[in-house]
């Protein structure tokens, strides 16, 4: 079946200009998660969607940062005012529920670069 | 510190040569555990699983210490393709499934 969707795949912006970054989740995974990648850093964590409970944000790293995901499938990921410092691969990730032996499959990402 | 740290490599290695990864984490709530693959710009894809009885999937096998909170991965007669990053990955605590990622060992396999 088909696995994450991630759009756009490259996205180049100027310092203070808002982005927004969507994930399509496998299909019938309650379980949403965004991640960023940049240069030479291991993935972090940004914050986290199950079900209809509220999303876990502690790893969103500014309030320039925000997540919404409607009716329970795809997220979008909006970054106000970026900053040169964004720039990263933002990754999403869906599994089945929020169980912690539940396998969390990637989707290609998004390699965001701010001007 | 890290809560997750890998040393990085390279590991330039030949075709056929057995390679181990070391990881080590520092939150001992920790309960999940795994091995992850990323070839380059390329996003990250489960490898597996590690249980604490240590597990084995063909040429690979991991085993976790949980004593001493580290984790490795053993590769048995490395393939070109075998080339990659190889992240670890642990869950953050044992009630949420927050991934905390290593930044990963790049290993080359030559020719």
């Known amino acids: 079946g088909a696995g994450v969707s991630q759009s756009p795949s490259n996205k180049v912006t100027e310092k203070g200009k808002d982005v927004e970054l969507r994930c399509d989740p496998i299909?019938?995974?309650?379980?949403l998660y965004w991640y960023r990648q940049s240069l030479g850093q291991g993935l972090e964590f940004l914050i986290y969607?199950?079900?209809?409970?509220?999303?876990?944000k502690s790893g969103l790293p500014s309030d320039r940062f925000s997540a919404e995901r409607t009716g329970g499938s795809v997220s979008t990921l909006t970054i106000q005012r970026t900053q040169q410092e964004d720039s990263a691969v933002y990754l999403c990730?869906?599994?089945?529920?929020?169980?912690?032996?539940?396998?969390?499959?990637f989707g290609p990402g998004t390699r965001l670069t701010v001007l | 510190r890290k809560e997750v740290e890998q040393d990085p490599g390279p590991f330039n290695v030949p075709e056929g040569a057995t390679v181990a990864f070391n990881c080590t984490y520092s939150?001992?709530?920790?309960?999940?555990f795994f091995w992850y693959r990323q070839d380059c710009r390329k996003e990250p894809k489960l490898l597996m699983s590690v249980y604490s009885s240590g597990n084995e999937d063909g040429r690979f096998t991991a085993q976790l210490n949980r004593a001493s909170q580290y984790i490795s991965l053993l590769i048995r007669d490395s393939k070109l393709s075998d080339s990659a990053t190889y992240l670890c990955v642990v869950n953050r605590d044992g009630a949420t499934n927050k991934l905390i990622f290593g930044t990963g060992t790049l290993l080359a396999v030559q020719p």
């Open positions: 939150n001992s709530a920790s309960q999940s």
């Open positions: 990730a869906s599994s089945l529920s929020g169980m912690i032996t539940d396998t969390q499959y």
């Open positions: 969607f199950q079900g209809n409970s509220a999303p876990d």
């Open positions: 299909s019938g995974h309650t379980a």
